[in-house]
């Protein structure tokens, strides 16, 4: 995740030495520090992208030789997402997504944190799961997401209060209705915990239904 990364690599000529080693890399060409222990290193500026390292060693007699390998510069940080989440299970599974744009150096783990827990998230294409392993208190939860990739970047997800666990699911009731009337007004109760929405479903027909209070 270095804009300036320290290139490297080794060297040796025992009859006539090396004289310089000159490194090519992203249009520019610069020579490379010859250390006693038979290395040599350099640190050139370079945006993010993949390039080619080309090191061209000349030796005394004015032999040369070349050596080639890749770079990859990675400054940007993967992106997660939390799913939001209603529910009454207590050690619920977690997910999300998480990209990594250009040029990815690839994700190589996520870590979930919620009520107090750190989890280790499983990760398939840009999707990930963890399931919460100590049973949590009904409440609401703010999940965070933070996902790391090769390059060392890390990025946490952007949103707050993800997880809501209910203490228990709702219960509906349907009052009984005899009418000659063609639309009638259904009615009924529900008791629950954060209700966000009930549907009324008729000889095969879904309603919306407006909930207040209990009714």
Same mark, same amino acid.
Request: net charge negative; glycine share 10%; proline share 5%.
């Given at each position: ?16 030495? $090396?004289?310089?080693?000159?490194? =090519? ?10 250390? !006693? &222990?038979?290395?040599?290193? $350099? ?17 005394? %007699? ?6 080639? @390998? ?8 993967? +992106?997660?997402? !939390? +799913? @939001?989440?209603?529910?009454?299970? =207590? ?21 979930? %944190? !919620?009520?107090?827990? =750190? ?31 090769? *390059? ?15 203490? &228990? %699911? ?38 919306? *239904? ?6």
């Amino acid at each position: 995740k270095n804009s300036t990364p320290m290139l490297s690599g080794t060297f040796g000529d025992a009859l006539t030495g $090396i004289e310089s080693i000159m490194v =090519t890399v992203a249009g520019q060409t610069a020579a490379a520090n010859l250390n !006693v &222990d038979g290395t040599w290193s $350099i640190e050139l500026p370079v945006s993010d992208g993949t390039y080619t390292v080309t090191a061209l060693a000349t030796d005394g %007699a004015g032999n040369t030789a070349s050596a080639t @390998s890749s770079l990859v510069v990675d400054c940007v940080a993967p +992106a997660p997402t !939390v +799913a @939001s989440l209603v529910t009454t299970s =207590t050690t619920p599974t977690l997910t999300g997504t998480v990209s990594d744009a250009s040029p990815s150096s690839g994700v190589t783990s996520l870590l979930v %944190a !919620v009520g107090g827990q =750190t989890l280790t998230a499983s990760i398939s294409g840009n999707t990930w799961t963890a399931v919460v392993g100590t049973p949590l208190a009904a409440g609401t939860y703010d999940v965070v997401a933070t996902a790391i990739d090769a *390059a060392g970047n890390s990025g946490v997800d952007v949103t707050t209060n993800e997880l809501v666990i209910q203490s &228990d %699911a709702p219960v509906v009731t349907v009052n009984p209705v005899v009418t000659n009337n063609q639309k009638p007004v259904l009615s009924g109760t529900v008791t629950g915990a954060n209700v966000a929405s009930l549907s009324v479903k008729v000889n095969g027909t879904t309603y919306a *239904a407006k909930v207040t209070g209990t009714t």
